[in-house]
């Protein structure tokens, strides 16, 4: 048996993986400085909340992302050897400890 989920296996892939988007195919400069913190999967691995900090205005980073992220997801397909790729969602840090998937 595996010792952790695969979620959270799925989780710890996505995560390494969206970072190499940001830093290598995203042109938006609204991307450059941001990091990805953790990426929770639900159990269904339907949907994938994406945490992430920056050192600038949250609120740029948030319009980028939501411009990016059908990008950022069919990137993410190529690179997955699954089926079905989680719909993503992208949130500050700080709000990590409010959400539960």
Same mark, same amino acid.
């Given at each position: 048996?595996?010792?952790?989920? $695969?979620?959270? $296996?799925?989780?710890?892939? +996505?995560?390494?993986?969206?970072? *190499?988007?940001?830093?290598?195919? +995203?042109?938006?400069? =609204?991307?450059? =400085?941001?990091? +990805? /913190? ?13 945490? !992430? ?6 609120? *740029?980073?948030? *319009? ?7 990008? +950022?997801?069919? $990137? ?6 699954? =089926?079905? /790729?989680? *719909?993503?969602?992208? !949130?500050? /840090? ?8």
């Amino acid at each position: 048996m595996k010792p952790y989920a $695969r979620s959270a $296996r799925l989780g710890s892939l +996505i995560q390494e993986i969206v970072s *190499e988007i940001l830093e290598f195919e +995203i042109k938006d400069r =609204r991307l450059r =400085r941001v990091s +990805i /913190v953790r990426v929770e999967v639900a159990d269904d691995l339907s949907k994938a909340k994406v945490f !992430y900090d920056t050192g600038q205005d949250v609120v *740029e980073a948030e *319009e980028a992302f939501k411009k990016a992220r059908g990008f +950022i997801r069919k $990137r993410l397909a190529k690179q997955l050897e699954i =089926r079905y /790729v989680p *719909e993503l969602f992208f !949130y500050p /840090v700080q709000l990590w400890k409010d959400f539960t998937i």
